[in-house]
């Protein structure tokens, strides 16, 4: 029995579907804002608070091994409902989320084991949701352009681990912008089109990620993104960023002309 803490986006849904096509057994703790897995009859829709109730359930399935997948937005501890174990926990909780939400997960993964629950990789049983070294694209990047993605991973290795920045955008040699907290499409949104144009977009996991949980995703949405504003090229983690829907993906990026790499 596998234990699915479930966020927002389409991710959870891949890995729902493989466990369900291994026939594997699976129940899901439901974190998003609105209940979204309730049609599930395996779903238990609860917060964070409610740590005590949370491993209740966990154990009553006979569950070792729980999988992080999907948006897991920080809830506002102030608003959180509590019960008598989450009392115990909270203060680890709120101490994490000063740092950002990193943080917070692995103080989570933390408590977890401290139950002798085990958080594994999210793409444990979907290893086809990631990509080998290489070049995936008909366009490859040039000379120029792959001594400004060295340049780009080189300073997002520089990023404090706890920090919330995945990707930025480098352009000229120059990096243009970094992601927030509001993620790889508003980050493309917020720069004017004159001054993103055949930029190129580097979306890695950060310093010292656990990466058990929150690995960087991009899908169709991020190529739609990136072509309407004319950036030229993305650029990923081989074996760690999670690309949905790849072959989509793929075939997009050579109809227009953008260039994919995992390094």
């Known amino acids: 029995m596998i234990g699915l803490f479930l966020g927002e986006k389409d991710l959870p849904y891949e890995?729902?579907?493989?466990?369900?096509?291994?026939?594997?057994?699976?129940?899901?703790?439901?974190?998003?804002k609105n209940n979204k897995f309730k049609k599930n009859k395996n779903s238990f829709f609860i917060n964070i608070g409610k740590f005590g109730e949370i491993l209740k359930i966990i154990k009553s399935k006979k569950c070792r091994k729980v999988i992080f997948a999907g948006n897991i937005?920080?809830?506002?501890?102030?608003?959180?409902?509590?019960?008598?174990?989450g009392l115990f926990?909270?203060?680890?909780?709120?101490?994490?989320?000063k740092l950002g939400d990193a943080a917070v997960l692995k103080v989570l993964i933390k408590i977890l084991s401290e139950n002798n629950i085990n958080v594994i990789r999210l793409n444990t049983f979907n290893p086809e949701l990631t990509l080998k070294k290489g070049f995936y694209t008909k366009l490859k990047p040039s000379k120029e352009?792959?001594?400004e993605i060295i340049k780009g991973t080189l300073t997002l290795k520089k990023i404090n681990s706890y920090n919330h920045?995945?990707?930025?955008?480098?352009?000229d040699n120059k990096v243009i912008s970094k992601e927030t907290r509001?993620?790889?499409?508003?980050?493309?949104?917020?720069?004017?089109?004159?001054?993103?144009k055949k930029g190129i977009l580097i979306k890695l996991p950060k310093v010292k990620q656990d990466l058990r949980v929150d690995l960087p995703t991009i899908g169709i949405d991020t190529f739609k993104d990136?072509?309407?504003?004319?950036?030229?090229?993305?650029v990923i983690k081989s074996d760690q960023n999670i690309i949905l829907n790849k072959e989509v993906c793929i075939k997009y990026a050579n109809q227009n002309k953008l260039f994919l790499v995992a390094i």
């Open 165 to 171: 920045i995945q990707g930025l955008i480098i352009r």
């Open 15 to 32: 890995i729902i579907g493989k466990l369900e096509r291994k026939n594997i057994k699976y129940f899901i703790i439901d974190l998003t």
């Open 145 to 147: 352009e792959k001594k």
């Open 226 to 234: 990136c072509n309407r504003v004319g950036i030229k090229g993305i």
């Open 73 to 85: 937005i920080r809830p506002k501890i102030s608003k959180l409902k509590l019960d008598f174990t």
């Open 182 to 196: 509001k993620g790889t499409k508003e980050m493309i949104k917020s720069i004017p089109k004159s001054k993103i």
């Open 89 to 97: 926990y909270i203060p680890r909780i709120v101490k994490a989320a």
